[in-house]
């Protein structure tokens, strides 16, 4: 079968329902959320909309209320699951051109989501798509489950199981090829400062804010405060931090609050290192600032657990494997306002053989924090020797030419969800990860390719 051909016969459809599935913006919204639209309109119409496809396709497709939805074809006892989500995060800032304008350039779609998680949905489906049209026999029923709440709280991933049969096996087009056979343990922690009485004296911080989700590098950061002492030159400073540091930013005045801006730059929490975490610098901007006053300690904690460190070292949480590689901190979020409860959001990634009892014992003995919050995905691994990594490492070396690699990642996909699960593709070796930063896009050549291997990878488990 030359699952290429295939592809290649159905190119322009597929680029077309991919811009317009993209130009749907599937963000988290509370404030639209409803009864059959529990994550907001936006993630509900993006939902309606791979649905109607898998209709008019002649596929079975199942709403489970909005949370979750499976696409299926084919017979038998047991089902091959492809995993997928249709939400996506925040848009962020500074793209070149418009988030969900879902515009090519070069070869390339631009778009939230393009490669996290809607592009590659979108060539999974017409990869069953093809299998089903050419009449191929199978084995085993084919389920794409969709899920809705990917990249906040699992909420679909955990309702629709509550509903529905778990696949034997599957795959997650949600991450890297070749084959990803590991992936790292999640904790999303909230930690809440403790009251502290503080003295109000040269500088009053009035509000810190920075970041969206646990799971993102925060881009931008913006602190109010209040300077006392006319002998502070907080300009010339924050100039000099900038020059320092070689970043961007802003500083202006209203209404007698001095406002400070600090721009990152957006990353996966998978890997802190690859992005710019703004929250993080302007607290060590602040640091230079206050001697004490209301919020010296607030910053100066930010900075004493998190400044220069996204290995857990200053926490005391460090750790690390041979499968896995070493546990990341990432500080999603910072959030302060006087006279109000301050609080930070913490992502990390702990490795296969990790304690995250352990992780959560010494976050729960820091002085000045206390831990509200404290949600853990475990780890996933399966063996290198099971009958699902074996057939898609053939799958693999057979339409590229290239060694089926085993991987490890630090970001979780829904093949966790599966006791025999693995995340395979869209991203090629060699190809820049540029999922939650800006101007996120997939190649067209990349699409088509892992539509022609997903294809494959379907018949060859089914079968």
């Known amino acids: 079968m030359d699952w290429k051909k295939e592809v290649q016969k159905r190119k322009e459809s597929l680029i077309s329902d991919t811009q317009e599935f993209l130009q749907i913006k599937s963000v988290l919204d509370e404030g639209s959320k409803s009864d059959h639209a529990p994550f907001g309109e936006g993630i509900n119409k993006a939902l309606n909309f791979l649905l109607e496809q898998g209709q008019r396709e002649g596929f079975t497709v199942k709403n489970l209320d909005g949370y979750a939805a499976h696409i299926e074809f084919g017979k038998g ?18 793209w070149m051109s418009d988030p969900f304008g879902a515009e090519i350039r070069d070869g390339k779609i631009y778009a939230r989501g393009a490669l996290d998680d809607k592009g590659p949905t979108m060539a999974a489906f017409y990869a069953m798509k093809i299998v089903k049209d050419l009449g191929l026999s199978l084995n085993k029923r084919v389920r794409m489950i969709i899920g809705t709440d990917e990249e906040s709280d699992w909420r679909c991933v955990d309702h629709y199981f509550k509903h529905e049969e778990m696949p034997a096996l599957g795959f997650a087009p949600d991450a890297d090829f070749p084959i990803i056979f590991a992936e790292k343990g999640i904790i999303d922690a909230k930690l809440i400062a403790k009251e502290v009485k503080e003295t109000s004296t040269d500088i009053v911080l009035k509000s810190f804010h920075s970041g969206r989700r646990f ?21 010339d400073l924050f100039a000099n931090f900038l020059g320092e540091f070689n970043i961007n930013g802003e500083i ?39 001697s004490n006053g209301e919020g010296h300690i607030f910053i100066n904690e930010i900075v004493e657990k998190f400044a220069n460190d996204t290995r857990g070292v200053k926490l005391h949480i460090v750790s690390s494997d041979e499968i896995s590689g070493e546990l990341t901190v990432n500080l999603g979020i910072i959030s ?44 996933h691994h399966v063996d290198a020797g099971h009958p699902l990594i074996k057939t898609l490492q053939k799958v693999y070396e057979n339409q590229t030419g290239e060694k089926a690699e085993l991987i490890s990642i630090g ?43 997903y294809a494959e990878a379907i018949y060859e488990l089914a079968k």
């Open 252 to 290: 202006n005045t209203e209404d007698k609050e001095i406002i400070v801006q600090i721009k990152g730059v957006s990353a996966h929490a998978m890997e802190p290192d690859n992005g710019v975490n703004a929250g993080i610098l302007l607290a060590m901007f602040l640091k230079r600032l206050f």
């Open 336 to 379: 302060y306002e006087a006279g109000e409860e301050g609080y930070i959001g913490v992502n990390i990634r702990y490795p296969v053989t990790g304690d995250s009892k352990a992780i959560k014992e010494k976050l729960g003995n820091l002085p000045y924090f206390e831990l509200t919050e404290f949600n853990d995905s475990k780890p």
């Open 77 to 94: 006892e047991e089902i091959v699951g492809i995993l997928c989500h249709i939400d996506v995060v925040p848009e962020g800032d500074g």
């Open 411 to 453: 970001g979780g996909t829904y093949a966790r969800s599966l006791q025999a699960g693995v995340a395979f593709g869209p991203l090629f070796p060699g190809r820049p990860d540029i999922a939650h930063q800006k101007d996120e896009y997939i190649e067209m050549e990349d699409l088509l390719k892992a539509a022609s291997i």
């Open 215 to 235: 799971n993102m590098v925060p881009d931008y950061a913006e602190a109010k405060l209040l300077v006392n002492d006319t002998n502070i030159n907080v300009s």
